[in-house]
C-alpha cells in the first residue's frame, strides 16, 4: 500500500510538471525574431479568443528570460478580428506613424514653398558698341571701324524664385495585386522672375562723310553728326536702335504647373506587435523598401516677355545751323507656351522608422500651343541724315503647334513629426525643351515677324519644403 501512494504521488507530480509547461500563453504574445524584451509578471489570462490557436513554444525554449519567440513563418493577418485587437487593447494602424499594413492613408494634403531657378537663355546679339580704333594691316597701323557685342540676351540674370506648391491624395483601394492605389492632384507655380541689363554710351560718335562711321558717306562735306556710338543687331540704316546714348533690356517669366495622377503604390510590409517592458503590447510598421508608380494628364503654361529699348539724342550741324532731335527704337517680345500631355514616372523610397528618403523621376510628352506677338516700332529716324530706313510701327503674332518634352529627376526626404503630420523636403532637376521663349525671337528685320523659333531649352532647379497632413 505504502509502495504504491509513493508511485501515485510521483506519476501525480510528472502530470502537473507536464501540464505548466504546456500552458498557452496569452493571446497575441508574439515578438519580431531576435527581439529579446523581458517581461513583467504575466498578467492574468483574458478570455480564450482566436489567439490561443497559435502554435505553443517549447516548454524548454526561452524559459529562462520569460520569452516567446515568435516563429519565422508565422505571419499574423492583415485583418486581426475585432475581438483579438480587443483582447490586446491593439488598434488596426501602427501607434507612431497613424498607418501600417492595415490603415493606408484615405486623404492627405501636402502644401509647401518651391523654389525654382530659371536658367539663361541663348545668347543672342541685341547691342552693340562701335568705336574707330587703330590696327595694323601688315605694314603701317590705320584707323578701322570695329563693333562688339556689348548687349545680349543672356545679360538679363534672374535669382531664384519662391512658389506655393499644393498635392491633394486620395485613397481609392486596394486592386487584384493587393496594391494601393490613389488619385492626386498636383499644382505648383506662381513664379516669376525678372531681370535686365543697360549700357550706356562711353564716346561721342562724331561723323562726316570722310570719317568711318557707318553711313557717314551720306553726309557733304560740310555736315556733321553727333550722336551716341551704340549700335543694335539691326542694319546701321535703321533710325532709332542705332547711334544711341543707351540701350537697355527687360526679361520677365512667369510658370505654373497642373498635375492630375494615379499613384500605384505596393502595400507596407506586415506590422509587427512589439511588447514592451511594461507588459503591454502595441502595433508598429516595419521598415521597407518600395518602388511606387504614376501616370496622368500634366500642364504647363510659361509665359514671357522680353523688351529691348533704345534712345539717343543727335546734334546735327547741316553747314549753318545746329538741329537738336531725339531718337529711339522699341522691340517688345510676348511669348506663350500652353502645354498638356501625358506623364509617367516612378520613385522609390526607404523607410527607417520615422524618416523616408528617397528619389523620382518622371517624363512628360506635351502638345505646345504657342505663339509670340512682336511689337517693332522706331522713333526720331525721318531726321537722322545716316538712316536709309524711314520710322516704322510693326506687329506680329505667329503661332505653332509642335511637340516638347520633360525629363525631370530628383531625391526626395520626409520625417514623421506625429502620426498624420509629416515635413517634407526635395530636391529636383527638370529638363525641357520644344519652348518658344521671347528672347530667342529677335530677328532684327524692320518687319512684321512671321517666323517662331520652337527650339527653346530650360534646365531648371527646384527646392520644396513642405508639410503633410493625412487622415
Known amino acids: 500500500m505504502r509502495r504504491t501512494s509513493i508511485c501515485l504521488a510521483v506519476v501525480a507530480v510528472l502530470l502537473v510538471n507536464t501540464a505548466r509547461g504546456q500552458m498557452p500563453l496569452p493571446s497575441g504574445e508574439y515578438i519580431l525574431p531576435g527581439s529579446q ?68 492613408r484615405d486623404w492627405y494634403f501636402v502644401q509647401g514653398i518651391r523654389v525654382m531657378n530659371h536658367p ?61 492605389q490613389y488619385i492626386e492632384f498636383t499644382y505648383y507655380g506662381l513664379h516669376a522672375w525678372q531681370g535686365g541689363a543697360v549700357t550706356v554710351a562711353d564716346e561721342d560718335a562724331i561723323a562726316q562723310s570722310t570719317t568711318l562711321w ?47 495622377n494615379l499613384r500605384i503604390a505596393p502595400r507596407d510590409r506586415r ?32 509665359d514671357e516677355n522680353f523688351r529691348f529699348y533704345s534712345t539717343g539724342h543727335h546734334l546735327f550741324f547741316n553747314g549753318a545751323t545746329v538741329e537738336e532731335y531725339d531718337v529711339s527704337g522699341l522691340y517688345d517680345v510676348r511669348s506663350r507656351n500652353d502645354m498638356i500631355g501625358l506623364q509617367f514616372g516612378a520613385e522609390v523610397t526607404k523607410r527607417y522608422g520615422l524618416a523616408t528618403c528617397g528619389m523620382r523621376a518622371k517624363g512628360a510628352v506635351f502638345v505646345n500651343f504657342a505663339d509670340h506677338f512682336s511689337h517693332i516700332r522706331t522713333l526720331g529716324a525721318n531726321s537722322d541724315p545716316l538712316c536709309t530706313v524711314a520710322d516704322f510701327d510693326v506687329e506680329g503674332l505667329p503661332r505653332s503647334r509642335n511637340v516638347a518634352g520633360l525629363a525631370e529627376f530628383g531625391f526626395l526626404a520626409s520625417y514623421q513629426l506625429r502620426p498624420n503630420i509629416v515635413a517634407h523636403a526635395a530636391y529636383d532637376l527638370m529638363w525641357i525643351s520644344g519652348l518658344v521663349l521671347a528672347p530667342e525671337q529677335i530677328q532684327a528685320q524692320p518687319i512684321a515677324p512671321t517666323a517662331i ?19
Open 120 to 180: 539663361k537663355p541663348r545668347g543672342v546679339s541685341i547691342g552693340q558698341r562701335g568705336a574707330i580704333v587703330e590696327a595694323y594691316n601688315g605694314i603701317t597701323y590705320v584707323d578701322v571701324y570695329r563693333q562688339n557685342t556689348n548687349l545680349n540676351t543672356r545679360c538679363a540674370v534672374f535669382e531664384p524664385s519662391g512658389g506655393y506648391e499644393g498635392t491633394v491624395g486620395h485613397y481609392l483601394g486596394r486592386d487584384s495585386d493587393n496594391r494601393d
Open 453 to 471: 523659333n520652337t527650339g527653346g531649352t530650360l534646365l531648371m532647379q527646384s527646392v520644396t519644403l513642405g508639410l503633410e497632413i493625412n487622415w
Open 37 to 104: 524584451p523581458t517581461l513583467s509578471p504575466t498578467p492574468p489570462a483574458p478570455p480564450q479568443t482566436q489567439a490561443d490557436l497559435v502554435p505553443q513554444p517549447d516548454p524548454m525554449a526561452g524559459a529562462a528570460e520569460n520569452v516567446w519567440s515568435q516563429p519565422q513563418e508565422y505571419i499574423p493577418s492583415p485583418t486581426p478580428e475585432p475581438a483579438l485587437r480587443e483582447a490586446n487593447g491593439l488598434g488596426p494602424c501602427c501607434e507612431r506613424t497613424g498607418e501600417g499594413y492595415c490603415c493606408p
Open 271 to 302: 506590422d509587427r506587435l512589439i511588447l514592451e517592458p511594461s507588459g503591454r503590447w502595441r502595433r508598429e510598421g516595419q521598415d521597407n523598401c518600395r518602388v511606387s508608380w504614376l501616370g496622368g494628364v500634366r500642364g504647363i503654361s510659361l
Open 214 to 260: 557707318p553711313n557717314s558717306d551720306r553726309l557733304s562735306g560740310s555736315e556733321a553728326l553727333l550722336s551716341g556710338n551704340l549700335f543694335s543687331a539691326f542694319n546701321a540704316g535703321v533710325g532709332g536702335f542705332n547711334r544711341a546714348d543707351r540701350q537697355e533690356i527687360n526679361y520677365a517669366s512667369e510658370w505654373n504647373n497642373f498635375e492630375l
